[in-house]
Each structure stands twice: as C-alpha cells, then as structure tokens.
C-alpha cells in the first residue's frame, strides 16, 4: 500500500498568515492527489484535486501543487474559517485508498 | 441536490453484527462508484471498502476483509455495508462518500454525515 505522510501533524498560524502543508507519497502517485479540509462534527470536504486543481466553490486562496511523490497544498492568507484539519489522499493505486495523517491548523 | 444520508448506525457488543445504509439522491445513483470511508474518534480518515457503479467490483481494506460486505442497490438508490464480527477497533463515525466522476481515477466529493458505530461491551 502506498503510505501518505503529511507534515507537520498540527501547526499554529494567525489570520492573514501564508501557510504551507506537505504530504509525501512513499511511491510516485502521478498527479492523483486530492486535499480536503474537515471541520469538528462534519464530514471532509473535496478542496483540490488532481494536485492543483481546485475544485468548484473553493476560495482561491487555496492552491495545491505538486507530482509524483511531493505535494503540497497553500492557504495564501488564512481566514477564520480556515482553521481545520487539512488531509491528503492519494487515489492513484487502489486498494487501498491512503490518506494522510492530518494536519491540524489551530489559531494562534 | 447530491444527498447522500447513512443510517444504521449505534451501539453493539463485541462479536456482532450491524448493517449500514446509504440512501442516495440528487444524481443517477447506478454511474457512480461508491465508498465507505470510517473514522476513529479523535483519528484520522480510513478508507473502508469500495463498490464499482453495477456492483461488480469490490475492494476492501486489509482491516475488515472477511469481516465486512459492501453492496448496492441501484433500483433502491442505496449503498450497504453489512459489518460482522465486529471490534472495539471498529468503533468510528462511518461515512458513505461518492467519487467526483461516474468512474476512473478520481477523489471523493460528496460525503454523507456520517453514523457513529460504537462496539462496547
């Protein structure tokens, strides 16, 4: 199975901020990376796609880029409501599915 | 509008048995690869089991093979998961989620909310 691993696991930033999420992929996913953002109770939300593509809806402060084994996803200036948990998925070899760990973004 | 809204979730004893339900809606149910994503409280995301559009495909992880069956019900425009033998392990917020694109190499976009399935003695 290939292992996604995201860094760093919980980070602290202030509204305004520029901040930057990595996730790697123990073997090369191509461009098949997807970021989603949950929030406490809910159900993860689809932000981007195919490493870059953002998908309808999505604020355009969101960005992703990235292939083959290095991704990564920016929040180019952080709302209040951006503070989540942030995961990456890899759907390029399946079974099974991987995500991430999770990021948590807290507020400074 | 896409819905999709799982049921059947609750408390259970170790060793038994629950089925889950996803109702779907708002989209041709049958064009659709659908999923069943699990998370532990307090953990992070875990893909479960996957079921290709006519049922004809399936795929579990390697932590509920033998255990758990997911089918579908395309005239009924619903998703199962028939969960046995259930583990303390298993005790999570399972969500039904339905892929961005009828099929092919694509991420989940709709999501249900979710039901908590708790294995306690």
């Known amino acids: 199975a290939i292992r996604m691993t995201q860094s760093p696991s919980s980070f602290s930033a202030s509204t305004g901020d520029r901040v930057t999420i990595t996730c790697r992929a123990s073997?090369?996913?191509?461009?098949?990376l997807a970021w989603y953002q949950q929030k406490p109770g809910k159900a993860p939300k689809l932000l981007i796609y195919?490493?870059?593509t953002l998908q309808s809806g999505v604020p355009s402060r969101f960005s992703g880029s990235g292939s083959g084994t290095d991704f990564t996803l920016t929040i180019s200036c952080l709302q209040s409501e951006d503070f989540a948990t942030y995961y990456c998925?890899?759907?390029?070899?399946?079974?099974?599915?991987?995500f991430g760990q999770g990021t948590k973004l807290e507020i400074k | 509008e896409v819905q999709l809204v799982e049921s059947g979730g609750g408390l259970v004893q170790p060793g038994g048995s629950l089925r889950l339900s996803c109702a779907a809606s708002?989209?041709?149910?049958?064009?659709?690869?659908m999923n069943w994503v699990r998370q532990a409280p307090g953990k992070g995301l875990e893909w479960v089991s996957y079921?290709?559009?006519?049922?004809?495909?399936?795929y579990y992880a390697d932590s509920v093979k033998g255990r758990f069956t997911i089918s579908r019900d395309n005239a009924k425009n619903s998703l199962y998961l028939q969960m046995n033998s259930l583990r303390a392990e298993d005790t999570a917020v399972y969500y039904c989620?339905?892929?961005?694109?009828?099929?092919?190499?694509?991420?989940?976009?709709?999501w249900g909310q979710g039901t908590l399935v708790t294995v306690s003695s």
């Open positions: 989620a339905r892929v961005l694109r009828g099929s092919g190499y694509y991420p989940f976009y709709y």
């Open positions: 708002g989209f041709t149910f049958s064009s659709y690869e």
């Open positions: 079921i290709s559009s006519s049922g004809s495909t399936i």
């Open positions: 073997q090369g996913i191509s461009s098949y």
């Open positions: 195919a490493a870059s």
């Open positions: 998925q890899q759907y390029y070899s399946y079974p099974p599915y991987t």
